[in-house]
């Protein structure tokens, strides 16, 4: 039997939801992680959980692109920023960057910094007119 990882245990409950589960391999995690991937599920280590993706997936259930690539290998025009200043011009500057850019995840909770004063926050930005187009959907905070 497998070492039972967090990652393993996951899988296995994840198995509960896939028809056909009575053909997976659960004496083999890397078998039983390409068959999770086989049936579109990704592993999420911040989660610890095993979701349904729509994008392509590895045999050890890591998503082949981002949100940076598309299926491709061209950009998505989409970007990740990270915004320090003081805590109270932070949401200035983030609300300035939404009249430059299409919001596709707005910042979240301000983490101080880690070094000297102030705060971070960090916002996920699209090039205007390129979210929608490319079948970027705009979410919020707790996304999978």
């Not at 590895?58 to 940076?68: A, K």
């Amino acid at each position: 039997m497998p070492k039972q990882t967090a990652k393993f245990v996951a899988a296995i409950e994840a198995l509960r939801n896939i028809d056909g589960r009575e053909n997976a391999p659960i004496r083999d995690s890397e078998a039983l992680y390409k068959f999770l991937a086989d049936h579109h599920y990704a592993w999420d280590n911040k989660t610890g959980k095993w979701s349904v993706v729509e994008r392509p997936v590895d045999s050890s259930g890591r998503e082949t692109t981002s949100l940076f690539t598309d299926p491709q290998g061209k950009p998505t025009r989409v970007f990740r920023v990270r915004i320090m200043a003081h805590p109270e011009i932070i949401d200035r500057i983030a609300a300035h960057m939404a009249t430059l850019y299409d919001v596709l995840e707005p910042p979240g909770e301000q983490y101080p910094n880690h070094k000297g004063p102030g705060s971070r926050v960090y916002a996920t930005l699209v090039f205007r007119g390129a979210g929608e187009s490319q079948g970027l959907r705009k979410r919020g905070r707790g996304h999978n």
